[in-house]
Structure formats: C-alpha cells, structure tokens
C-alpha cells in the first residue's frame, strides 16, 4: 500500500503561495537533499493543476538546473484535476472524474509513495478526505504579508501529530506530520 507525502515551503505567517518569490534565500544543500530524496524515492508526482500547469510551463525547457529538470521530466506525473482534458509534459497521467476515490485506489496499489510539491488546494482536499499521510513543512524565517496560506478557513478542526522536526543552520525548521490515525 503506497502513501501520499506533501511537501510544502511555508512561512511563519502561514503563506504557501508563490514560495519561488520569498523561499530562495534559504535553500540550502540540506534541504536541497532532502527534496531530491523525496522526488528520487517517490513512485511518483502528484500535482494539482496549478501547479502541473507551472511546472510543465517551466521544467521541460529549464537548462540552468539541468539535474532537477531531467529528474523531473522523466518521473511520472500523476495530474488530479476536472478541468484539464490533455496532459502535454512528459510522463503525465490525468486523474479527474471522483478524483478522492481515485487516489485512495491508487494508494492500495503496491509501491512506496505518492510525493507532492506545492499544489495546496490538494493537499486541503486529501487532508479532508482522510487520504494525506504525511505532510512535511519547510518553515522559512520569513513573513510574506499576502498569499494564500496553507489553512484559510479551515471548517472541522484537525489533528496532526509531530513525527520529525530538523533545524537547519539558516533558521528553517522542517516540522513533519502525520494526521492522527496514521
């Protein structure tokens, strides 16, 4: 049985949205191995649209990181969505239709896991449906001001529980979680 892990750049004030524009300055090679673990490890990427759409805009023609790119490019792609109608990047795979239903079928097939970046409208849709397994933070010392945050207006109340946490020398923290019952 195969998990589903989300992994997110978070900032103190909660932002997850365009973590391109505020998270730079705090990579670092450890957190760089810890997100090339994940995305090397994983069976696959699952991506909301959004986010399939910015990265397939992007990765396939990036030449600067040519080793993410071709990680990238040639893992497969699993896309959740009921708007798009064809996949152009590489190795991409549409999931529409009862999109909860199909992922908790795919996480019955054999395999490690499902890895995701960003994509956070998926990451509230599989936390609601029970079908998130992990979710780990990377907790920037930085606060955005705008953006779309992680928990907007969350209406049942959650619990997660602390797994892991790992301080880095720049003042990041990554918090990893599991929702109770996993």
């Avoid at 010392?141 to 301080?167: I, M, Y």
């Amino acid at each position: 049985m195969r998990k589903i892990v989300a992994g997110l750049f978070i900032s103190l004030d909660g932002v997850v949205e365009a973590p391109d524009q505020w998270q730079m300055p705090y990579m670092n090679d450890e957190i760089g191995e810890f997100i090339d673990w994940h995305l090397v490890n994983a069976d696959a990427l699952l991506l909301g649209r959004k986010t399939y759409q910015e990265f397939a805009s992007f990765w396939p023609n990036e030449t600067e990181m040519s080793d993410m790119a071709d990680l990238l490019n040639g893992k497969p792609k699993l896309v959740a969505s009921n708007t798009l109608d064809t996949l152009d990047w590489q190795n991409s795979t549409l999931v529409s239709g009862n999109v909860m239903e199909k992922l908790a079928e795919l996480k019955q097939e054999p395999g490690d896991f499902l890895t995701m970046t960003g994509s956070v409208t998926l990451v509230r849709s599989l936390l609601a449906a029970d079908l998130l397994d992990e979710l780990h933070l990377l907790l920037h010392p930085v606060v955005v001001g705008k953006g779309a945050r992680l928990f907007e207006h969350p209406s049942d109340q959650r619990h997660l529980n602390l797994f892991e946490s790992k301080t880095y020398d720049n003042g990041s923290i990554l918090l990893s979680y599991r929702p109770s019952g996993h």
